[in-house]
């Protein structure tokens, strides 16, 4: 069997249906887009064809290219990868021009056949780009299929030819939205977009018909007609000049220059519309080069596609029978249980949502009646699909109702007495195959286990706020879970569609391990007099979504207090953030407990939108006269978190790097860019990162003390994922 099959109909439309076999989305292999190219000859060799249609033989058109090729033509091209990469595009190129061109007379722009793509469910990437080459487009009339050219989001930008055809088609200023924010649209949006030509309830049978009927003059694209003006103006028009000048600072100003991909996305478009349309797209092909040559791009592939997908196919799970979860018992209804039941009744499992009053169990079932009314304005959802989750869910006060759950969520009060006790109540309930989970962000799962009468049976998942928003799930074995709990656990994030991580049990996990570090160094410069605003841009330039004064608004101030009194209760003598606490402690007593108080190191507005740095900190904390270096302070942002992954796989509590990079990526926005905190120092290097731990040490305390692991892979001369990448854990250093 092979990727695509070809078959000329009675009226002599020739269909290239494109089906991968044992694949549940059509990905474009090498050897797939050569039959592409084999079938394009064949049909525009026959003359007993007058056209083509390309469509999917599956629920859905494209997933794009798969993304390990890209990986296979760096190895095979050994020391010039980047003329492998080149000429790998550059060949993509070709066929799909040629698909475009479908013999037509380079003159007179006559005697080519027509091609149209009947695009039948979501397509993106290299999928939509081979759509764009066709000369007309009808997608199915579906708002659940999705197209797009998302691949900005993976560090690349679409190099098959979408960036130069689709800014030609529609002008920079349309595409930019589009092309930098990999917007995927509804059929109906993409239309509008010119994505597409038609929305059809038949695609495949109105794109016949159009081949049927196309003219000459219906198949030759704008940039191939005579006296093409690219829409909007070229970069030499004073309105296209414009547009540029508002693009450039768009992009920088949401990327602040650290995504290579967005800024080589523009320069494409720039340089491509000053020169005829083959030479742009040589031209793209050479950014695209650029951009895959840059270790960025290939970080951020490995961790948001290679990565993720094996962590979300079950890289780590043990093996043990298939866990799917049929019936999950929430306890607790507040924010953090009721986004629970939200994201469990839509993956269709039946959901018991406890609470100790009926009121609040039922204003946590409401959380989900809001979001669906939420999604029935946008046109997301309809009042069926809302009466069909609201009925997966039974809201009440009666333990009885979880009789037969397989699996428990527990997420009452971060308490380990209210948590406790819980425990027996719910075990005396449910059956003994029943996997209690704990929902906790700091409390030891080992500790909370010995409530438990089967502790083989009890693990611990932390769900990151906003449920129904944050994409990574930690999953937390203590000393006695068994290998069934873990697997439970799998299947149920993936069954939620979510993507997960597991580490073992130790303060703080792994997430929060790494993220409170960040807080803290942001908070501790404060006190020491560094200027907040150069605190909180250092932060945004080095990648971070959030610097760290605005996160710990958002999570809360008091939380924090919260958290390192107990710590330090933990810690005795040990405790390293006395200095921290100074600050925290202070904020709090104030009043200014973040954006749920409306006051924090921000100020808000009484809707709660967040304005300038509190103008009193500086009185309590003045700003000193001479300044850190920015870098300095990026160093201290980045290595607080970077040297406290290091610790967690040095400590065995991440047994993954490729866990760990894209929990950080996913949990808490650790630069993008970078493809987490190990490949971070796979780019810089181990040994340049001992050098700045050894001056930071010696300027800023031990905190920034050098890991032995790291240490050993400086003087080694290795790399975490040539050592490490395959999964393997920490050998002792």
């Given at each position: ?65 798969d993304l390990n090729v890209l990986a296979s033509i ?233 990565n993720k997908q094996a962590l979300e196919k079950g ?399 400086a003087e080694a001369g290795d790399t975490f994922y ?12």
């Amino acid at each position: 069997m092979t990727d695509f099959t070809y078959e000329v109909d009675a009226d002599g439309v020739a269909v290239v249906t494109w089906d991968a076999p044992g694949k549940s989305m059509n990905v474009l292999t090498r050897e797939a887009f050569s039959l592409v190219e084999e079938y394009i000859d064949r049909a525009l060799a026959d003359d007993a064809v007058k056209g083509v249609v390309i469509t999917s033989g599956k629920k859905d058109f494209a997933g794009g290219m798969d993304l390990n090729v890209l990986a296979s033509i760096r190895e095979e091209s050994g020391d010039n990868p980047a003329q492998g990469l080149f000429d790998f595009t550059m060949n993509g190129h070709r066929i799909l021009r040629k698909l475009e061109r479908a013999g037509m007379d380079p003159k007179t722009n006559k005697g080519g056949k027509p091609v149209a793509c009947a695009i039948n469910g979501t397509c993106a990437g290299i999928g939509t780009e081979i759509a764009l080459a066709c000369h007309r487009r009808f997608m199915t009339d579906n708002p659940k299929a999705k197209i797009g050219l998302p691949e900005i989001l993976l560090g690349i930008f679409p190099g098959g030819g979408g960036t130069i055809r689709y800014s030609r088609m529609v002008g920079a200023m349309a595409a930019s939205p589009v092309l930098l924010e990999g917007r995927m649209m509804d059929p109906k949006k993409a239309k509008s977009a010119q994505m597409v030509d038609e929305v059809s309830a038949d695609p495949v049978a109105d794109a016949k018909a159009w081949v049927l009927s196309a003219t000459d003059a219906d198949i030759v694209k704008p940039w191939d007609a005579k006296g093409y003006k690219m829409p909007g103006g070229a970069p030499y028009h004073p309105a296209g000049f414009m547009t540029f000048v508002g693009a450039s600072a768009m992009v920088n100003g949401k990327t602040q220059g650290v995504y290579p991909a967005a800024k080589a996305l523009l320069s494409a478009v720039y340089e491509g519309a000053l020169v005829p349309f083959d030479t742009a797209l040589k031209i793209e092909a050479r950014w695209f080069t650029h951009v895959l040559m840059n270790p960025s791009s290939s970080s951020m592939i490995r961790s948001l596609f290679i990565n993720k997908q094996a962590l979300e196919k079950g890289a780590n799970r043990p093996d043990v029978a298939d866990q799917t979860v049929k019936k999950v018992g929430v306890l607790g209804a507040g924010m953090m249980g009721a986004g629970i039941a939200l994201v469990s009744a839509q993956a269709g499992i039946e959901v018991v949502l406890i609470d100790q009053n009926q009121e609040a169990a039922d204003r946590g079932k409401a959380y989900t009646a809001n979001f669906a009314d939420k999604g029935i304005k946008r046109g997301k959802t309809t009042p069926e699909k809302k009466e069909a989750l609201l009925n997966a869910i039974t809201a009440t006060t009666d333990l009885d109702a979880l009789k037969g759950c397989d699996l428990i969520v527990e997420a009452v009060f971060e308490d380990p007495g209210v948590k406790a006790e819980m425990t027996k109540k719910v075990e005396a309930v449910v059956g003994e195959d029943c996997i209690f989970a704990t929902n906790t962000s700091t409390l030891p799962i080992t500790d909370l286990a010995k409530a438990s009468v089967r502790p083989e049976k009890f693990i611990g998942i932390h769900f990151f706020s906003p449920v129904e928003k944050m994409m990574l799930v930690e999953i937390i074995k203590g000393a006695e879970t068994g290998d069934v709990a873990v697997a439970k656990s799998l299947d149920y994030v993936r069954q939620i569609r979510k993507t997960p991580i597991v580490v073992n049990d130790a303060r703080f996990f792994y997430a929060n391990r790494c993220i409170i570090p960040y807080i803290n160094e942001g908070i501790r410069m404060v006190g020491e007099g560094v200027s907040p605003v150069l605190i909180e841009n250092a932060a945004r330039m080095v990648g971070m979504p959030l610097g760290p004064l605005q996160l710990v608004d958002e999570t809360s101030i008091d939380l924090g207090v919260k958290i390192a009194k107990a710590t330090k209760a933990a810690m005795g003598d040990a405790y390293p953030d006395s200095a921290v606490d100074e600050v925290v402690f202070w904020m709090a007593d104030e009043g200014r407990l973040g954006r749920k108080s409306n006051a924090g190191f921000y100020n808000y507005d009484e809707n709660g939108k967040r304005g300038y740095l509190w103008e009193g900190l500086g009185d309590k904390y003045p700003v000193a006269d001479d300044q850190p270096d920015l870098h300095e302070v990026q160093h201290r942002l980045l290595f607080a978190q970077v040297l406290e992954a290091v610790r967690a796989f040095e400590d065995g509590v991440l047994e993954d790097i490729r866990e760990g990079d894209v929990g950080a990526i996913l949990g808490w926005g650790f630069a993008p860019w970078s493809g987490g905190p190990f490949s971070w120092l796979d780019i810089v290097g181990a040994a340049w990162a001992a050098e700045q731990c050894d001056a930071l040490q010696a300027k800023h305390g031990d905190r920034f003390a050098c890991p032995a692991l790291l240490r050993e892979m400086a003087e080694a001369g290795d790399t975490f994922y040539g050592r490490y990448g395959n999964g393997e854990q920490a050998k002792a250093a």
